[in-house]
């Protein structure tokens, strides 16, 4: 089959990479680069660290650190006011969660297509090249360092909105998995999660190809392997450095074979009760896993071989009942709540069912599923996952 492959330009990777960001800098002409980071990040220190560094290769730097964990409209629009009175040329996206990152990519969007996010809404898609962009995650999970997709909250509608392009593929990735090593458990399980179930969709994806193939295999057996001990024991640089590379691995994977059914269900969960992107798509992985499995039991059955949860020589059938248990099982082991257990109210959650069940099939996330729903399905699911 044919396949169109969309990575960044240069992939630096490796324990003190971060320290390399002004060298690289230079090396691609950008003088006056805008740091986009976050309020937690701020208090340790880290952006102020970046920002020495490329003021000591002679070069002008501003810090943006108004991002949060689910970027509005608001704050693109702001970020987009500070890119242009400073007279930027690229920005330097840091942070964990992909909410810097993601923040940074609407803003070069806006700073050069010009409109409003909700303009380039999917299936819409901006088509001017964005600044140079330098994305520096400090999790392993979204893999959004290597991806042309951005999620964005309209603040109006309460949308969480798909934004696809390949203009927003950052120019630069920096994977440096020493900066993971503070990780909290809590944020561990949640990316951790989130970077399997990028790899497992990417893989049953209708839109799957060899290339993706090898590295959503690859992703998908290391992180089933070392989730369990960064979350355990968050110091242990071998598994914080298998996770990152992981973690990189199903974002170039899913962001050429597209996500599917989960992460569609899982953006309307966090818009409207805040729930982490990691933990949502945690929450609904089992339950839509097991939903799907009957239009790929192949595949499925391959996912659940390469994580080690059953034999070699089982049936596929046998091995898709295990993977479905292993799900479960993995979700306990790491405490991920249900709805209900997360504390949303019963009441409000029900009736936005049917909301929630539109905007997943408008991100056209549940398309690419092997087993596409119908709308009665995917609100059978949500309910489903309530418990």
Known sequence: MRAEIRIPSILKIGGGSFSEVAALLSRLQCRRPLIVTDPFLMNNGLPEQLRTQIRDAGLISEIFHETHADPTTAIVEEGVRVFLKGGHDSLVSLGGGGSPIDTAKAIGMLATNGGRVRDFKAPNAPTVRCPTHFAIPTTAGTGSEVTRFTVITDVETEEKMLIAGDVLLPTVAVVDYELTLTMPPRLTADTGTDSLTHAIEAYVSRKASPFTDALALSAMKTIWRELPVSFHEPGNRTSREAMMLAATQAGIAFSNASVALVHGMSRPL???????????????????????????????AECARTMGVTKSNVTDEVAV????????????????????????????????????????????????????PESGEVEAIYRQAWQ
Do not use: C, W
């Open 270 to 300: 966090g818009a409207h009760f805040h729930v982490p992107h990691g933990l949502s798509n945690a929450m609904l992985l089992p339950v839509v896993t097991a939903f799907s499995v009957k239009a790929a039991v192949g595949r499925y």
């Open 321 to 372: 009942d295990q993977l479905i248990r292993s799900l479960y099982s993995r979700n306990a082991e790491l405490k991920v709540p249900s709805p209900r257990q997360f504390g949303i109210d019963q009441e409000r959650y029900f009736a936005l069912i049917p909301t929630m069940t539109a905007q997943a099939f408008a991100s056209g996330s549940p398309q690419n599923n092997p087993r596409v």
